[in-house]
């Protein structure tokens, strides 16, 4: 059992930035991977970014050059750097774990543990 809650959201211009955090907790085991999805108003979730134990990152296209994921190991926290923020980047924002490597890392339903989200929101 994984527990995972997400901090860090909020409303920002376009161009500005925000990190969110997502403090997890409960079996090292079942967080192999962690990464962030996000669902705009709307739409389908979507993978945003992924980081695995083997040193892996995968991005969503969208973002690329503009967010960043990391983790520390020790806090069990893992981070989201948003820079450049776009209004088609508003959404809720979801912190995810699996206790192994997806084979379609950034597919929503590659993962169980979800936290209870927090919400970006971008203004043009």
């Known amino acids: 059992q994984v527990q995972l809650v997400e901090s860090g959201g909020g409303s920002v211009q376009s161009g500005g930035s925000l990190r969110l955090s997502c403090q997890a907790s409960?079996?090292?085991?079942?967080?192999?991977?962690m990464g962030w999805l996000r669902q705009a108003p709307g739409k389908a979730r979507e993978g945003v970014a992924i980081?695995?134990?083997?040193?892996?990152?995968v991005y969503a296209d969208s973002v690329k050059g503009r967010f960043t994921i990391s983790q520390n190991v020790a806090k069990n926290t893992l981070y989201l750097q948003m820079n450049n923020l776009k209004p088609e980047d508003t959404g809720m924002y979801y912190c995810?774990?699996?206790?192994?490597?997806?084979?379609?890392?950034?597919?929503?339903?590659?993962?169980?543990?979800w936290g209870q989200g927090t919400q970006v929101t971008v203004s043009s």
């Open positions: 980081t695995c134990r083997d040193d892996s990152q």
């Open positions: 995810v774990a699996g206790h192994q490597k997806a084979l379609v890392p950034l597919a929503p339903n590659s993962y169980d543990n």
């Open positions: 409960g079996s090292p085991s079942s967080r192999y991977c």
